[in-house]
Nanobody, 127 residues
Framework: QVQLVQSGGGLVQAGGSLRLSCAAS????????MGWFRQAPSKEREFVAT????????DYADSVKGRFTISRDNAKNTVYLQMNSLKPEDTAVYYC????????????????????WGQGTQLTVST
């Protein structure tokens, strides 16, 4: 079992920045690919970003590419999502997720492959 505890989030003005954190416990953190997803009201949970076990590879949704950065610190068992140039459409509940599966291609964008989830944290971007 892996436990994921998120922190960060809140209210920020459009154009601002915020960093989300997700601390893992229970298993060897570096055995897990990590991802961030988000869910806006009345919408499906959607992929935001993912990072490989070592942190050497990452992938982003087109909607956040160039604005968001996913990173991890395996010594601290933590994954981060740095969000810059925030837009009102970024408003959502953000979730971190972990999977021990070895994934290929775009499968790391699928929420179904992630086995463990954080509790979610609200981000609201005001105009």
């Amino acid at each position: 079992q892996v436990q994921l505890v998120q922190s960060g989030g809140g209210l920020v003005q459009a154009g601002g920045s915020l960093r989300l954190s997700c601390a893992a416990s229970g298993r060897t953190f570096s055995d897990y690919r990590m991802g961030w997803f988000r869910q806006a009201p009345s919408k499906e949970r959607e992929f935001v970003a993912t990072i490989s076990r070592s942190g050497g590879n990452s992938d982003y949704a087109d909607s956040v590419k160039g604005r968001f950065t996913i990173s991890r610190d395996n010594a601290k068992n933590t994954v981060y999502l740095q969000m810059n140039s925030l837009k009102p459409e970024d408003t959502a509940v953000y979730y971190c997720a972990a999977t021990a599966q070895t994934l290929i291609g775009g499968t790391s964008r699928l929420r179904q492959v992630y086995d463990y989830w954080g509790q979610g944290t609200q981000l609201t971007v005001s105009t």
